[in-house]
T-cell receptor
Framework: ETGVTQTPRHLVMGMTNKKSLKCEQH?????MYWYKQSAKKPLELMFV???????ENNSVPSRFSPECPNSSHLFLHLHTLQPEDSALYLC??????????????FGPGTRLTVL | KNEVEQSPQNLTAQEGEFITINCSYS?????LHWLQQHPGGGIVSLFM???GKKKHGRLIATINIQEKHSSLHITASHPRDSAVYIC?????????FGAGTRLTVKP
């Protein structure tokens, strides 16, 4: 138990559906992250929120839309996904310190299948 | 070509053996992370390094900034160490990950 929870743990959706992934951290951290892990490919950083502001968007398709309403909660809204978006989506959080590097704590992930 | 290369891709060892996993990277970094991912997907952060060496129990991580290389060592390996070990580097606001090393420790 890392203090980062994700729901749902498994999700199957059609290409026309709209769904959301939820992440919650109970660690008092000030930064949250979404990662994508596809089969046979390295982890990819999708979005970073630091102090509730999006810091970067690594050219992720617009069918993925993040939302960070407060420092403890992070959502990933999904719409009109493609089968190649099927992957494990991982959330992480960290305490970012000025001038310092941070250790990230990962949630268990949501296994997404797009039909 | 991935900016982060790990070797070996797969590693099988007998219980008790000394394990080394290597990571090389091609960009200037602010920190390097070693992660452990068990079947089912959960990821645990093992180490964060910016220089030198760190030790935690049977795990040791080293980094050589000049050579852009890091190693993760496991002493007295145990079947419960079986997992995928991932090297990740942070540069600027970005993080890049190696493909992982799948370790299987047999009893």
């Amino acid at each position: 138990e890392t203090g980062v929870t994700q729901t749902p743990r498994h999700l199957v959706m059609g290409m026309t559906n709209k769904k959301s992934l939820k992440c919650e951290q109970h660690l008092g951290h000030n930064a949250m992250y979404w990662y994508k892990q596809s089969a046979k490919k390295p982890l990819e950083l999708m979005f970073v929120y630091s102090l509730e502001e999006r810091v970067e968007n690594n050219s992720v398709p617009s069918r993925f839309s993040p939302e960070c309403p407060n420092s403890s909660h992070l959502f990933l809204h999904l719409h009109t996904l493609q089968p190649e978006d099927s992957a494990l989506y991982l959330c992480a959080s960290s305490q970012v310190l000025t001038g310092g590097a941070d250790t990230q704590y990962f949630g268990p992930g949501t296994r997404l299948t797009v039909l | 070509k991935n900016e982060v290369e790990q070797s070996p891709q797969n590693l099988t060892a007998q219980e008790g053996e000394f394990i080394t996993i290597n990571c090389s990277y091609s960009v200037g970094i602010s920190a390097l992370h070693w992660l452990q991912q068990h079947p089912g997907g959960g990821i645990v952060s093992l180490f964060m390094l910016s220089s030198g060496k760190k030790k935690h129990g049977r795990l040791i991580a080293t980094i050589n900034i000049q050579e852009k290389h890091s190693s993760l060592h496991i002493t007295a390996s145990h079947p419960r160490d079986s997992a995928v070990y991932i090297c990740a580097v942070r540069f600027g606001n970005d993080m890049r990950f190696g493909a992982g090393t799948r370790l299987t420790v047999k009893p």
